[in-house]
């Protein structure tokens, strides 16, 4: 590790122009300073501004906003979209977890190679048509319901779309990529050798995998949580499309109030609430992964 | 420890009971990813059959039809499908536009970055490698919304000092997708960088090459497969972005998702699951191209 590092460093550059290595991030600075961070930085003076008429931003500054987010009237959503963006990582875990095992335990390359395909295929797909895929799956006269009417199973159409479970289906459906392509990582990594050193030792199958798979693949497991559950609580997409006047998430109510009349200053608040529970997950994220490394 | 390894009496219920658990988790590890895999592919098949069925149903088969990809390509639209393949025509061709502008600035400042932080050596390196990770980690949709306010003050403040009246419109599409763009391209050309044998760079750089021309001629060739799977993951991206550009796109300027997600605010209709089909096609071209080029570089590596 420490040689490779070393290698690594000392490029075919001297160290002055390893020091001007500097100024080809340049670029990339100004363009994230001036369209990322500046504009997060407006929507935080925004949300504590107050609104005035047609939608004026105003002062005095005022916490109202934020008061409003917690309040009774938006904290049901706030939850609902951490408790639903929670679901959805645990879903996707425990389906991802088996089907990367699955990809890296192929015996060829090749099967490998078409397995981990046909997981990446549907992710490359653009998102809307995922998600309106299921829109006429789950629908009132979609196929689900023609299929089971068709059999005689029922006579009145099952409520499937515009129902939190839609969303959830939804939201696992467009984010089970993101678990399985880190898990598989790390699984690929795996010495299954180890397995034997640990029957040879005398550990079960439960041992075995609480104590030498699990800690070993935590990194991918962890990597893929974070990939999930951060576009999954800042969805819009899927509620918008599946969850109907149910099943409202938090990125709905950000959006409603950035389009037509809305009220800005409330939809920066409910942002920066939102980015503020993201950065409360990393920060555990970066705990939990100094600690296994 | 010791005394563990010692017991050696065998207990056979245990044994047995052990195998069963074995052989069924064995059989589960089969059943469940063929159950993923059906979950994942189950709603592409239904789109894709749906796009053929000769009826506006998407909940019985009724025949094979090529009628609503003739829609969708001849211009006849019924009033029934708001369907329009000029709109649609015009979307795809904003789109493209779109992603090939975002992609090549992002490579451009992409690739520098990653030369700048796999090479350089300076105070607030890791500061720059933290600042390239946030649009990957904070949600798309904020992003989207704080670009809106940003161009808003922007263009008010044009607006009131100079006269002169900004609107959003292709160009805060291309510079929204700049922005999340540089950091996959970085993500992906820094791998590549990692990879390289630095040796050669100095071997470069002995034989008296100046660091413009070892970058050109020795580090360049060596990364190209890296920043071209990084520029088709931002092509493929920008082409595929709603949020941002849902957002930032002002009245004038419609992408094909943004085409699309109003076609499927409007109805439900069969166009919508052609034209689906017709970007899985697009889609799948792209991947193979990318897997194409990443085999070879593993081939080659």
């Not at chain 2, 993951?233 to 085409?259: E, K, Q, R, W």
Request: with cysteine; glycine share 10%.
């Amino acid at each position: 590790m420490a040689l490779s590092f070393d290698l690594s460093s000392s490029g075919g550059y001297s160290s002055r122009e390893r020091r001007r290595g500097f100024s080809l991030a340049i670029p990339a600075l100004i363009w994230l300073v001036l369209f990322f961070i500046l504009p997060v930085a407006i929507v935080f003076v925004v949300s504590f501004l107050t609104r005035g008429q047609r939608g004026a931003l105003i002062l005095p500054l005022t916490l109202e906003h934020y008061e409003r987010i917690l309040g009774p009237v938006f904290r049901p959503v706030l939850f609902d979209s951490l408790w639903i963006a929670f679901l959805t990582t645990i879903i996707c875990l425990v389906l991802g977890y088996p089907l990367a095992f699955f990809i890296s335990t192929r015996k060829s390359k090749q099967m490998q190679n078409v397995a981990l395909f046909l997981v990446i295929l549907p992710f490359w797909t653009n998102f809307l048509v995922r998600t309106y895929a299921w829109q006429i799956i789950l629908g009132t006269e979609g196929t689900i319901n023609g299929l089971l009417t068709g059999l005689g199973l029922i006579s009145e159409p099952l409520a499937l779309i515009n129902t939190d479970f839609a969303v959830l289906l939804g939201l696992v459906y467009g984010f089970l990529p993101f678990m399985v392509l880190p898990i598989f990582a790390s699984v690929e990594r795996f010495e299954f050798r180890l397995v034997e050193a640990a029957y040879d030792l005398g550990a079960n199958d439960l041992r075995t995998f609480l104590r030498v798979v699990l800690p070993l693949t935590l990194p991918g497991v962890i990597a893929g949580c974070i990939l999930v559950f951060i576009p999954a609580i800042g969805s819009f997409i899927t509620p918008d499309l599946l969850g109907g006047t149910q099943g409202i998430m938090i990125g709905n109510l950000i959006t409603g109030q950035f389009r037509g009349s809305g009220n800005w200053p409330l939809g920066s608040a409910a942002s920066i609430v939102m980015m503020i529970v993201v950065i409360l997950g990393l920060v555990v994220y970066s705990r939990i992964g100094r600690r296994t490394s | 420890m010791a005394t563990r390894s010692m017991a050696i009496h065998i207990d056979e219920g245990r044994i047995r009971r052990d195998l069963t658990v074995r052989k069924a988790g064995k059989i589960g590890m089969i059943l469940e990813p063929l159950f993923a895999y059906f979950f994942l592919w189950a709603p592409i098949i239904v789109l894709v059959v749906f796009s053929f069925n000769d009826s506006r149903s998407v909940a019985t088969w009724r025949g094979f039809t090529l009628r609503w990809y003739g829609n969708i390509l001849s211009g006849a639209v019924g009033a029934e499908a708001r369907f329009s393949t000029e709109l649609m025509l015009s979307a795809l061709g904003t789109s493209l536009v779109v992603a090939l502008i975002a992609t090549l600035i992002a490579t451009v400042i992409g690739t520098a970055v990653s030369m700048s932080l796999v090479r350089g050596n300076y105070p607030g390196k890791s500061l720059v490698d933290g600042l390239l990770l946030l649009p990957v980690v904070i949600p798309e949709i904020t992003q989207a919304v704080s670009l809106l306010l940003f161009f808003s003050a922007i263009f008010d403040f044009v607006g009131t000092t100079t006269g002169v009246r900004l609107s959003p419109g292709i160009g805060t599409v291309i510079i929204g997708h700049v922005v999340f763009n540089i950091s996959y391209v970085a993500i992906v050309v820094r791998a590549r960088l990692a990879d390289m044998n630095p040796h050669l760079e100095e071997a470069a750089s002995d034989l008296g090459a100046n660091p413009w021309r070892t970058f050109w001629r020795v580090t360049f060739p060596l990364i190209l497969p890296g920043i071209i799977s990084g520029a088709l993951l931002a092509f493929t991206l920008s082409l595929d972005d709603f949020v941002v550009t849902f957002f930032n796109s002002g009245p004038g300027t419609t992408t094909l998702p943004v085409y699309v997600y109003g076609l499927i605010k409007l109805s439900v209709s069969p166009e919508i699951n052609a034209l689906s089909t017709l970007m899985l096609l697009a889609s799948t071209v792209l991947i193979g191209i990318s897997m194409a080029l990443q085999g070879r570089n593993a081939g080659r590596g």
